[in-house]
């Protein structure tokens, strides 16, 4: 122990030079299991990808090519698909070749497609060629849903070899049962029938792994040989300072010059942190001053962006009136044609009723009193006729300039029932001044005894406009797309609850995708083409539905069959 205790003293860096070529040799070897069990993970997940994608191809081509060709005249379906004009591969043949050629395009990865029971023309190839493949049809047979795998070499280099099972599904059973080729034709639903593996070459990755523990061990080597070289010059100066405090009395003068040295160095490096600061401040100023400068620019851009879409807005509105023109110059005149007509009759009535008139009152007949007061009577439902045409000119009118307003006026009571059917005969009319081809069945189902609600007509108008047209727009889309035999139907529904009124505009479109239909009320959101819509119209309707009248707005849609928008009101504010 004494011995041991003079060489330690003698030699004190030997045990730390002991102690950390142990350490280095426990991380190097943690590192390279590291790195291995990486590179194993990495390979079995990117061969998993690999395997699906194959997977989900073959399944594509067996569920839904092979079904549409089946029974197609000149269509065969045969594994000699090559030799033969008009033939199609099998799934499993299709399967195989694609395999194939993925084996030859993808950079040294392949795959094998295997089984217990190949296919007479696949006796040479289609069966287990060595162990590892004799143990996936084992090991998968007894559990499909797990797959086989093992790092190992592969053709003299290391690969990762991953093996899944091919299940049996039921097109596949009735195919291979049915086939008088097939080996076995006994197959159910879920039997294993082969093996699918994908060899995966690990070199190039086994070197970047390789490299990469090589290059930590060498920065970790060299951080252990400068922190030994550092213990050596501390354990060497700790030598000297015990040596030097044997003459502490001899060296105190040359300590006190250290020390006067060790302050006015401190002092230099005072100055320049002081100068360090102040540089820093210059830099804080200056950085301060380029995002004031910035805050500035966004402050400018924010307004122009409100100012666009402001105008963007106002152009939105403009269009929607200039679409409701067709439509209001047909309700227009309808109207001016029942004033025109009966203003003629009447006029007729009145040259009768002048000549019935000129007769004296003592030679009129009662056949030409009864006359007289038919003509009487016609002419007042006439001018009630009139009036009523007239009035409703003149509300079609007023209506049209409420919706030219920038901004509602006021709130009023307002039967919901008759406004919505006023802007869908609108939006109608105006669609077929566009297409006059187009037809829609209107199915209105009303509450009769729907409460008035307070709302800015005009506004609560130009949503009804807004969804009518875009449900019009939808169905026409449809029936252009789809058949001219498609009817385009829009159902308008309105009911109410002790609280709130609920309007329902639903069309049977194309519907809403789920993809974007919590992105439909954003403002410059459309799926219209270029020019035809420009993303405000929903967006504007959820301004006026949820911050002007305080209510919901919400839609319903399945794809490919119906978008359904339903808009909530209270009754009272």
Request: charged share 25%.
């Amino acid at each position: 122990m004494d011995k041991l205790a003079r060489f330690l003293s003698k030699y004190p860096f030997i045990f730390p030079i002991i102690l950390s070529i142990v350490s280095l040799a426990a991380i190097g070897w943690y590192i390279h299991k590291l790195a291995h069990n990486i590179t194993e993970l990495a390979a079995t997940e990117d061969a998993a990808k690999y395997s699906t994608t194959v997977t989900q191809f073959r399944n594509f081509y067996s569920d839904r090519i092979i079904p549409n060709l089946k029974g197609e005249p000149g269509i065969t379906i045969t594994h000699d698909y090559l030799a033969k004009k008009g033939a199609v591969p099998f799934p499993a043949t299709m399967s195989i070749d694609f395999s194939d050629m993925l084996s030859q395009q993808t950079g040294g990865a392949m795959v094998r497609v295997y089984s217990n029971y190949p296919w007479p023309w696949r006796k040479a190839t289609g069966g287990a060629h060595d162990e590892f493949e004799k143990e996936a049809l084992v090991a998968l047979h007894d559990d499909p849903s797990k797959p086989f795998s093992e790092l190992t070499t592969f053709n003299g280099k290391p690969a990762l070899r991953y093996a899944t099972a091919v299940v049996m599904k039921a097109s596949c059973v009735a195919c291979h049962n049915s086939d008088p080729d097939s080996p076995i034709k006994n197959w159910k639903v879920g039997d294993v029938r082969g093996v699918q593996e994908i060899i995966l070459p690990l070199t190039e990755i086994t070197q970047q792994s390789q490299r990469a523990v090589t290059q930590t061990l060498i920065i970790m080597v060299l951080i252990t040989l400068a922190a030994l070289f550092l213990l050596y010059l501390t354990l060497r100066g700790l030598r000297k300072s015990l040596r030097m405090s044997q003459e502490v009395a001899q060296k105190r003068n040359e300590m006190n010059i250290q020390l006067q040295t060790e302050i006015e160095e401190r002092k230099k490096v005072e100055v320049q942190l002081e100068e360090t600061n102040r540089n820093l401040e210059d830099r804080v100023k200056s950085r301060t001053q380029e995002l004031d400068q910035k805050n500035m620019t966004l402050e400018t851009t924010l307004t122009e962006l409100k100012q666009t879409q402001q105008q963007m807005v106002a152009q939105e509105k403009m269009a929607s009136l200039g679409q409701l023109s067709a439509g209001i110059a047909h309700e227009i005149k309808n109207p001016l044609n029942f004033v025109n007509n009966f203003a003629e009759l009447s006029t007729e009535l009145l040259e009768e009723l002048r000549t019935l008139l000129e007769k004296p009152s003592t030679q009129m007949s009662d056949e030409d009193r009864n006359a007289l007061n038919e003509l009487l009577s016609d002419l007042k439902n006439n001018s009630d006729r009139i009036n009523v045409h007239g009035k409703r000119a003149d509300s079609i009118v007023r209506n049209m300039l409420d919706h030219s307003h920038a901004t509602a006026s006021e709130q009023q009571d307002t039967d919901l029932n008759m406004l919505l059917d006023e802007h869908v005969s609108l939006s109608y009319h105006g669609i077929r001044a566009q297409d006059n081809t187009f037809n829609v069945k209107i199915e209105k189902h009303y509450d009769s005894n729907l409460e008035r609600v307070p709302v800015f007509p005009q506004e609560i108008g130009r949503v009804f406009l807004n969804i009518v047209n875009n449900a019009l727009y939808a169905t026409r889309e449809k029936r252009k797309r789809i058949d001219h035999d498609f009817m385009p139907i829009l159902s308008l529904t309105t009911e109410q609850t002790d609280t709130t009124v609920i309007i329902k505009i639903r069309d049977n479109g194309d519907g809403v995708p789920k993809a974007i239909v919590n992105r439909i009320f954003d403002p410059f959101f459309t799926t219209k083409p270029t020019g035809e819509g420009t993303g405000l119209g929903l967006s504007i309707c959820y301004d006026i539905i949820a911050n002007e009248h305080h209510g919901k707005i919400r839609v319903d849609s399945v794809e490919g069959e119906y978008a359904e928008f339903i808009i909530t009101l209270n009754k009272r504010r």
